[in-house]
């Protein structure tokens, strides 16, 4: 049982998103072909139903993690973005 992840939890992470996966399949085979499109553009959310981001390392492009980034930017460099209503 190797998937090249030494963590125990990843393993457990692993597996559970493969029975969740199963049980998607099994209630609907062509899950993958009907998903539709996130509100959020999550990909793991869009097949998985649920929404990963510790575990997520697949999509570069995550909008989630692009403002995670930009956020943290903007801690670190101090800048302060206003809003005007």
């Known amino acids: 049982m190797s998937w090249g992840v030494g963590s125990e ?4 992470d692993i597996r559970e998103l493969m029975d969740i996966a199963s049980k998607i399949i099994q209630e609907n085979p062509n899950h993958v072909n009907e998903v ?18 510790d575990f997520c390392d697949l999509s ?26």
């Not at 939890?9 to 457990?12: A, C, D, F, T």
């Open 9 to 12: 939890q990843k393993r457990k």
């Open 36 to 53: 539709a499109k996130s509100k959020n553009d999550c990909w793991m959310e869009q097949v998985y139903l649920i929404q990963r981001c």
């Open 60 to 85: 570069p492009d995550c909008p989630t993690r692009e403002e995670l980034e930009w956020q943290d930017y903007l801690k670190k460099n101090n800048i302060v973005i206003e809003k005007k209503s």
